[in-house]
């Protein structure tokens, strides 16, 4: 399989990336119902804003296409007139280069569930820094801040894990993904489990 990006493997990405740029910006709405005082409950659906990143890659596996999806994502959720406005963007910047990391650190060879939930979590170690230096997360007591890291990865996990593999998982019963990579043996042993 060839490692560099064909024009199917970048129209593919950016088709993903509308697609969750649409999503990410209707998450703002939904994001907000979730808001509790005093317990950082939305912070366990905060990852779905990474999850372009993961599916993206687990779709077309191949290096670079974590980092385009969530950028592309994050711009077109700006344009649509997002509630972050341009943070937006740099957020997306942020978390689309920690998932591709994660992906370059197995080799780009592992499009595994635990994989997709660490990139999940690397994105959200990526917000999580950004929100730092928005200092808002200084006005928050340590139990507060504890509580909110440990759900934003949990979430995260489960997000872009559980729910990124499980869609692309259900895509490659229909074929779809055949369309960006052929059928590989493994994917064939999984399909018959």
């Known amino acids: 399989m060839s490692k560099g990006l064909k024009l199917t493997d970048i129209l593919v990405t950016i088709v993903i990336a509308v697609v969750f740029g649409i999503i990410y910006r209707v998450w703002g709405d939904v994001y907000n119902v979730f808001k509790v005082p005093g317990i950082p409950l939305e912070q366990l659906i905060y990852g779905m804003w990474y999850m372009a990143a993961t599916v993206a890659f687990l779709i077309i596996r191949k290096p670079g296409v974590a980092l385009l999806a969530e950028v592309a994502a994050a711009l077109f959720e700006m344009l649509l ?18 998932a591709e990391l994660t992906f370059a650190a197995f080799r780009y060879r592992n499009h595994s569930l635990v994989v997709a939930g660490l990139a999940g979590i690397a994105s959200g170690l990526g917000a999580l820094v950004m929100d730092i230096f928005g200092n808002y997360l200084m006005e928050y007591s340590p139990w507060l801040v504890v509580q909110y890291v440990l759900y934003r990865f949990v979430g995260a996990f489960l997000i872009c894990g559980t729910l990124a593999y499980g869609l692309v998982k259900a895509l490659e019963k229909t074929g779809v993904t055949q369309l960006v990579r052929p059928v590989s043996q493994d994917d064939l042993d999984a399909l018959g489990k």
């Open 81 to 98: 007139g997002s509630h972050y406005s341009v943070a937006s963007l740099t957020y997306g910047i942020v978390q689309g280069l920690c």
